[in-house]
C-alpha cells in the first residue's frame, strides 16, 4: 500500500503560480511512477504530468507545458508540481497517482494508488 496526500491548493489569480506537494507514506516511494492528474466539475479526470521513479524522465499534457513543471524528491518522499501562468481552464481537483509502471502511463486505470485531491481555483 501506497499512501497518497496532496496539498498546496488555493485560490490564484489567472497568470498567478502555485506548487503542490504530493506526500507519499508506505511501501517505498521510489519503487513508483507518480502522475498529477485533474477533475473538473463535470469531465473526466484527466492527465497532467508524470514522473519516473528517479525524476529522470518527465512527460506533460501539451497544454500545459513550459507552464508546469513536475519534480520530486525521493529523500523527503514527496512529488511536486509547480504551476505558473495559470489560467482559468487549469481550475480543477488535482489528485496525485501512483504506479509500478515502469515506462510513461497516462491513463487513470494505470495507476494503482491516489491520494484525495486538493482543490485548484483559478479567477479570471
Known amino acids: 500500500q501506497v499512501q497518497l496526500v496532496e496539498s498546496g491548493g488555493g485560490l490564484v489569480q489567472a497568470g498567478g503560480s502555485l506548487r503542490l506537494s504530493c506526500a507519499a507514506s508506505g511501501r517505498t516511494f521510489s519503487n513508483y511512477r507518480i502522475g498529477w492528474f485533474r477533475q473538473a466539475p463535470g469531465k473526466e479526470r484527466d492527465f497532467v504530468a508524470t514522473i519516473s521513479r528517479s525524476g529522470a524522465s518527465t512527460y506533460y499534457l501539451d497544454s500545459v507545458k513550459g507552464r508546469f513543471t513536475i519534480s520530486r524528491d525521493n529523500a523527503k518522499n514527496t512529488v511536486y508540481l509547480q504551476m505558473n501562468s495559470l489560467k482559468p481552464e487549469d481550475a480543477a481537483v488535482y489528485y496525485c497517482?501512483?504506479?509500478?509502471?515502469?515506462?510513461?502511463?497516462?491513463?487513470?486505470?494505470?495507476?494503482?494508488?491516489w491520494g484525495q485531491g486538493t482543490q485548484v481555483t483559478v479567477s479570471s
Open positions: 497517482a501512483a504506479s509500478s509502471a515502469l515506462y510513461t502511463r497516462r491513463q487513470p486505470n494505470d495507476y494503482d494508488y
